[in-house]
């Protein structure tokens, strides 16, 4: 399975950016896609999650940090995830990853099993 994140850029606070994540090499509606963020000289931390379909339903999850500013998003018709972030902050800024599992969605990176490269995001204040 390859992940290829793209959409990162530098915007003023208080812009948006959406933030895109392309699988290939596997049926992708079994996925739950997951995204990560990594400020310089920072752990890498948890921003959001969708499931894979239970029964027609995706669950999505977000940290605190950023709810009701990012919408996490798929379209299996395109193999895509989809970070649509919004009212964005200078403490936003990060390298940003899309990562990938088979089983239900999770916060816990170590439990993902695929990795994309990653899409800087800079806030400007």
């Known amino acids: 399975v390859q992940l290829q994140a793209s959409g990162g850029g530098l915007v003023q606070a208080g812009g948006s950016l959406r933030l895109s994540c392309v699988a290939s090499?596997?049926?992708?509606?079994?996925?739950?896609l997951g995204w990560y963020r990594q400020a310089p000289e920072k752990e890498r931390e948890f921003v959001s999650a969708?499931?894979?379909?239970?029964?027609?339903?995706?669950?999505?999850d977000y940290a605190e940090s950023v709810k009701a500013r990012f919408t996490i998003s798929r379209d299996n018709a395109k193999n895509t995830a989809y970070l649509e972030m919004n009212n964005l902050r200078p403490e936003d800024t990060a390298i940003y990853f899309c990562?990938?599992?088979?089983?239900?969605?999770?916060?816990?990176?170590?439990?993902?099993?695929?990795w994309g490269q990653g899409t800087q995001v800079t806030v400007s204040s």
């Open positions: 990562a990938a599992r088979s089983g239900g969605s999770s916060h816990d990176m170590r439990s993902y099993d695929y």
């Open positions: 969708i499931s894979k379909a239970v029964g027609f339903t995706y669950y999505a």
């Open positions: 090499g596997t049926r992708f509606s079994a996925l739950s």
